[in-house]
């Protein structure tokens, strides 16, 4: 039996391996039919078609087609119901059948469907039941009713999990023995439940529906692991201190059953001598001169093994002073350490306060203050916090909130513009507060340089401001001022000592001629010669004889020049003159043309 059972799982992996449904009967999807045991009638459902007609009638229709072959038959369901039972009566065991579902109005709405019936039963679910809890738990189930005279038999599937876990385990059929089976990996004293279920032997029918739940709970075991366990310092006793052993209750995977109790042993007194008593959970008194202790979990089944805590003292250990403190697990491939913490055998305040107080102004009212914190050596505790203390010259000091010992930084905020402030802070351990830093003095920003400052950049803006509106506006200011001033107000007059025309240096004769603008120490000026200048009427008509006339003659043009003789190159009329026309002529810049009216501007022509 047990090496059938094992070649019908290996056919059953076969066909989950091919993508194939172990107990489906092959057919078209969308459409099943099974019969409801192996005597009972064929029960046919169908989906719900989408529109109008899923609220419809249904109408199965079946016709054999193999020893008899009729009309077809039908079986009209409920409105809105999709499926239909034929009665065992009406059909034959080992007749072919074929069977389609119309809707009212005659619609086919799902593909037709041919089978037989001995290839589509499906067993009812088998009644699974508790044989024995201890040792091992074991479970055993009665098949569901099936023809004896049948060649085929049943194969069943076993599945169980924790109470309350998602996945469940599926027990293999080679494993199982034929009505009975023995669960050989549960935990102890542990809640499961477990399903069976069956389908023909050779998985052409349908499996049957699971179970109703078998829930049981596993037998107690010897409880595992150590207590997890220390040591505190005890309330005090009539007639000797005493030391507080606390403990963690057993975890309750580990303690495998319901703990009873505790036991506990310890060493005390200079004689060594070792002592038991029993305990609840989870604390106990013992004598302040305990050097060891053993602790134990037990239930109904055994203990847990003892775990050891020694409260000897090795070392000369002085109070408030840090020590660094591992503990290391000691494993047989090795070791493994913590990591390390800071203890003091005993606590006091510290001696100094925080060093290197420096402040930061942020604000004219605000300010953020830095330090550096208490040394080591000087802190004599686990530091708790720190306090700030700040001082005006005309208050009394007030203390902050308390700031945590691993700040270096406080903001204060409500300060005055303008003010000088002392400050300290002092470092607190569970003992209390220690002794004060050295003052630091700060002085927090005066409001007015602020307003001289916006006042300095306002103007400076306007100025700024001013310079490109007047950068942007020159032209048109330049003339708007010819316009409304006076020529002689805003007209350029020509400096004749940026004149470059040469000047020859005089050979003693005062009456040489050393050019226009050469002074003379004994030189007088020539005398003006005045002009009037009248406007003519038309300039179209004007009679150029009744123009004045000078009253010197044009000097002659020098030999050679092919130039007409300009107003500002003629000269005084003497025998001197006229040797200084024989001397080169001197070259003019061009400067003063700039300035000078030329003849047309002078008759008014231009």
């Not at 052993?245 to 059953?257: E, T, V």
């Not at 316009?483 to 020859?504: A, Q």
Request: aromatic letters at 8%; proline letters at 11%.
């Amino acid at each position: 039996m047990r090496r059938r059972g094992r070649a019908a799982w290996l056919l059953l992996l076969a066909l989950k391996t091919f993508g194939f449904q172990e107990g489906d009967p092959e057919g078209p999807p969308g459409m099943a039919c099974y019969q409801m045991g192996p005597s009972g009638g064929m029960n046919c459902s169908w989906p719900s078609p989408p529109g109008p007609e899923a609220n419809t009638t249904y109408t199965l229709h079946y016709q054999s087609l193999k020893l008899i072959r009729d009309q077809s038959r039908s079986s009209q369901a409920p409105a809105g119901r999709r499926w239909v039972v034929i009665e065992r009566g009406r059909l034959r065991h080992n007749e072919e059948y074929a069977v389609w579902v119309e809707a009212g109005g005659g619609t086919q709405i799902a593909p037709r469907l041919t089978l037989t019936l001995h290839e589509i039963v499906k067993p009812e679910p088998p009644e699974l039941g508790l044989v024995e809890l201890t040792p091992v738990v074991t479970v055993n189930w009665t098949n569901p009713r099936w023809p004896q005279h049948s060649p085929l038999g049943l194969a069943c599937d076993l599945r169980y999990r924790m109470s309350g876990a998602p996945n469940w385990t599926r027990v293999h059929e080679e494993d199982m023995e034929p009505n009975s089976y023995e669960f050989s990996s549960l935990e102890p004293f542990s809640a499961y439940e477990a399903q069976i279920r069956c389908i023909p032997e050779d998985r052409k029918g349908f499996w049957s529906d699971w179970s109703p739940p078998l829930t049981f709970r596993t037998p107690e075991d010897a409880p595992q692991g150590l207590v997890d366990v220390w040591q505190a310092a005890g309330p005090p006793e009539p007639g000797q201190p005493s030391l507080l052993l606390l403990w963690k209750p057993l975890d309750p995977r580990a303690a495998r059953g319901v703990v009873r109790g505790y036991s506990i042993t310890f060493r005390a007194g200079s004689n060594r001598a070792e002592s038991s008593l029993d305990a609840p959970c989870c604390r106990a008194s013992l004598p302040a001169s305990t050097t060891h202790v053993w602790i134990s979990a037990k239930n109904n089944v055994g203990r847990t093994p003892p775990a050891n805590l020694s409260l000897e003292r090795q070392g000369d250990f002085r109070p408030r002073v840090p020590y660094q403190v591992r503990v290391y697990g000691l494993y047989p491939q090795g070791f493994g350490a913590s990591a390390p913490v800071r203890a003091y055998t005993q606590e006091g305040v510290p001696s100094a306060g925080p060093q290197g107080l420096q402040d930061r102004s942020i604000s004219k009212e605000a300010s953020v203050i830095s330090w550096e914190a208490i040394p080591l050596a000087q802190r004599n505790g686990h530091l708790a916090h720190y306090t700030l203390y700040l001082a005006a010259p005309t208050g009394s000091p007030r203390a902050s909130r308390p700031i945590a010992a691993t700040e270096t930084t406080y903001t204060l905020q409500g300060l005055e513009p303008g003010t000088s402030y002392r400050l300290w802070m002092t470092g607190s351990t569970s003992i209390g507060e220690g002794n004060a830093s050295t003052i630091h003095l700060f002085h927090t920003p005066d409001s007015r340089w602020e307003a001289v400052l916006a006042a300095l950049l306002a103007v400076g803006f306007l100025l700024f401001l001013a310079c490109i509106v007047g950068a942007v506006l020159h032209a048109k200011l330049l003339d708007l001022c010819r316009k409304v001033l006076p020529r002689w107000c805003w007209e350029k007059v020509p400096d004749p000592t940026l004149s470059r025309i040469p000047l020859h240096e005089g050979d003693g004769d005062p009456y040489r001629y050393q050019g226009p603008l050469a002074p003379g120490p004994d030189l007088e000026e020539p005398p003006l010669t005045l002009l009037d200048i009248e406007e003519p009427a038309d300039p179209g008509t004007q009679d150029y004889s009744t123009l004045p006339q000078l009253e010197s003659p044009l000097p002659p043009l020098p030999h050679g020049s092919g130039a007409s003789a300009r107003p500002e190159e003629l000269g005084p009329s003497s025998s001197a003159r006229e040797e200084a026309w024989e001397e080169p002529a001197p070259v003019t810049s061009g400067y003063e043309k700039h300035f000078m009216p030329t003849l047309e501007e002078v008759l008014g022509l231009a």
